[in-house]
């Protein structure tokens, strides 16, 4: 699929992070698992009204993803590409949905036997921020096999003034985002983020999902 293998990340995994060898969490592919904790850095390239493209590499800059517009869609599609440039999975943003909800697809496509997986906002938000309880976001992330939607198969929950994020499977914790900022980020209001995606986890999974997150946070702020 081209690309090199991300190394293990450094650093210590919280006490409830997902390490589970016999049930590994695989929404992509299974190429994209690995029995360590992988590290990958999402960097912006444009940054425009009509265009959000990124470039993910390892921690050494070795290429492993990027996302791309899809060519002549309207700015609510994006592609993830491998580091060859085959597109895994596309992004999709539903039109009028209450909740804000992405979809995606295997490759390029957008037929229901190749979907895989929605986001959306939890339900529970507006709740929350009616009573002012919390400041942070939640997103539901219901796999294809998920008709009922009753229970959400992971969650995301976003930190104070979207700063960093957790990704949970049940109680497990199976990535994590922070985000980073630099000179040129600033001047083009773009921000970037490092994740650590915890073994036996779909790294491309946990890319796809921080990359919607990034899109549902630049919709708000616009």
């Known amino acids: 699929m081209g690309g090199k ?21 695989v929404v992509i592919g299974e190429q994209y698992i690995v029995p360590y904790p992988v590290d990958l850095k999402i960097q912006h390239t444009v940054f425009t009204v009509a265009e959000n493209n990124f470039d993910i590499t390892d921690v050494n800059d070795n290429p492993i993803f990027k996302v ?3 060519l002549f869609s309207f700015p609510d599609r994006r592609v993830l590409l491998d580091a060859a440039g085959n597109p895994l999975v596309s992004l999709k ?3 009028l949905s209450v909740h804000r909800r992405w979809r995606v697809f295997r490759g390029e496509s957008d037929k229901s036997s190749d979907f895989l997986f929605s986001v959306r906002k939890s339900s529970l938000v507006h709740l929350k921020m009616r009573t002012k309880t919390t400041m942070t976001k939640t997103l539901d ?13 992971f969650k995301i929950k976003e930190g104070w003034r979207d700063s960093s994020c957790t990704i949970f499977a049940g109680d497990a914790i199976i990535a994590q985002m922070q985000r980073k900022q630099n000179v040129k980020s600033l001047v083009i ?7 650590t995606a915890y073994p036996n986890v779909d790294y491309a999974f946990v890319v796809a999902l921080v990359v919607i997150l990034d899109e549902m946070n630049r919709n708000s702020y616009d």
């Open 5 to 25: 293998l991300p190394g293990p990340a450094s650093g210590t995994a919280p006490a409830n992070a997902y390490t589970t060898e016999s049930n590994p969490i």
């Open 68 to 70: 791309k517009n899809k």
């Open 93 to 95: 943003q539903k039109i």
């Open 141 to 153: 992330v219901f796999l294809a096999s998920n008709t009922s939607e009753s229970l959400p198969d």
């Open 189 to 195: 209001n773009a921000d970037n983020y490092g994740i």
